[in-house]
């Protein structure tokens, strides 16, 4: 009995999320734009064994407030390191751009970092001890300066030449493909786990509608501020934590292909092996990461994300290139595609309806194609589908056009008539 009541207070809690959520959105309609902005910031560059490619996009929300950092050679004496990291930040974006800028500095001045030893489990402390102090750094600034109310998740992943060190804090996610498979990723903080409900109660807080007090969907973070001020608590037992896990993995050079870094816009649209099987398949085609991370941000905008999104690529020597097979059959799926609208145009035409663009995906999506990129289905063909759309549009309305211009057979005939008829008629000279 007791099991089927937590299952019934479960269910009622996703209702009345999914409710909220919704209200709330209605409620502040200037969250979000009447369409998204699709420009995106790209970046690319490459340092030792690695290469890396960044995208970043505004998408449907009317502020962009998602920043990153991107250090491929850390300075002397971390040769052969690296740091990569994406904040997502909410209720605005000073925390956010904050970390973007300074956190690198806090996690290098710990002693872990001053010789040429290392030391996993002392670079783990020296990056939680980090986090704890510039969150602290912020806090003092928030008072003083009166900054926003907001808050920012991170995912970071610092690399060694012996090791990877992920550093999760909040919703946004990394993971690691090694020999084709998610050897490896981040587990999200959500107020709904039991680790992080028994915190946040412990402190006096709730979690109410799958969040900390009804209102904030994750348990830690950086920033923050209103749910870090129960004074009889320390900084990692508060209802939000600035705590991050630390996970240490040994490097694999002949199996680690890449790593991927991204906020919970990208996630909400893909799952872990999705969006790796996704990468490597985009890999194939071009073997660039900066065009992986647009394809993968495209992908996200048509499969229905709403959030501003940032994705970074960290490539490794083991990762797929660029294969002639592989463009052969994207080719040869575009082709298809192509083909395939223009049948489901004309099919269309014969209907009370007529063709649209909405009817032409629902036909496709109805259609088993085994040949659609893994894990980003026919959402990720979607500028084809589109582009394909309007050209046999555009040649349907043209030749229309021509068949109403063209004069009839009866007309022409009336025309010849009427010349000759004024032919007979001229008076002779």
Not at 29 to 47: C, D, I, M, N, Y
Not at 174 to 192: I, N, Q, Y
């Amino acid at each position: 009995m007791a099991s089927f009541v937590r299952l019934l207070v479960s269910e009622a809690e996703k209702v009345m999320a999914r409710f909220f959520k919704a209200e709330q959105e209605a409620e502040t309609p200037s969250s979000f734009l009447e369409a998204p902005q699709t420009e995106k910031w790209l970046e690319e560059g490459e340092a030792g064994d690695l290469r890396y490619g960044l995208a970043s996009m505004q998408g449907w929300r009317a502020h962009m407030e998602d920043t990153h950092t991107v250090q491929p050679q850390l300075p002397s004496p971390l040769a052969g390191w690296a740091f990569f990291a994406v904040y997502d930040g909410h209720a605005g974006s000073a925390v956010a751009q904050f970390c973007a800028k300074h956190l690198l500095e806090y996690v290098l001045a710990t002693e872990a970092f001053s010789g040429q030893e290392e030391d996993p489990g002392a670079v783990k402390e020296a990056v939680r001890r980090a986090f704890l102090a510039i969150d602290e750094r912020m806090q003092a600034l928030a008072e003083a300066e009166a900054w926003e109310h907001a808050g920012s998740t991170a995912v970071a992943l610092l690399i060694s030449p012996r090791h990877f060190y992920f550093i999760n804090l909040g919703d946004s996610r990394g993971l690691l493909c090694r020999s084709a498979t998610v050897a490896f990723h981040t587990e999200d903080h959500k107020p709904t786990k039991l680790r992080e409900r028994e915190r946040i109660e412990n402190a006096g807080g709730t979690v109410t509608l799958h969040r900390v007090n009804g209102s904030l969907a994750v348990s830690r973070a950086l920033g923050d501020f209103d749910y870090k001020a129960v004074t009889w608590r320390g900084p990692t037992e508060q209802p939000v934590s600035p705590e991050p896990e630390v996970c240490e993995l040994p490097r694999c050079p002949e199996e680690d292909e890449f790593v991927v870094l991204a906020c919970d816009g990208v996630w909400d649209a893909f799952d872990n092996a999705g969006l790796s099987a996704f990468v490597r398949s985009r890999l194939c085609l071009s073997g660039s990461p900066r065009d992986v991370c647009e394809c993968v941000l495209d992908a996200c905008l048509y499969k229905g994300s709403r959030d501003n999104m940032t994705c970074i690529l960290v490539c490794f020597p083991a990762a797929p290139g660029a294969s002639p097979e592989a463009l052969q059959k994207e080719q040869e799926l575009d082709a298809y595609l192509e083909k395939r609208v223009a049948e489901l145009y004309h099919e269309l035409l014969r209907q009370e309806e007529g063709p649209n663009l909405a009817a032409v995906f629902q036909c496709l999506a109805a259609e088993a194609n085994p040949s659609l990129p893994p894990g980003g289905g026919l959402a990720s063909k979607r500028a084809v589908i589109v582009d394909a759309y309007q050209q046999v549009k555009q040649n349907h309305e043209e030749q229309q056009q021509r068949q109403d211009a063209a004069p009839s057979a009866d007309a022409t005939a009336n025309w010849a008539t009427d010349d000759e008829m004024c032919s007979l008629e001229e008076p002779r000279l």
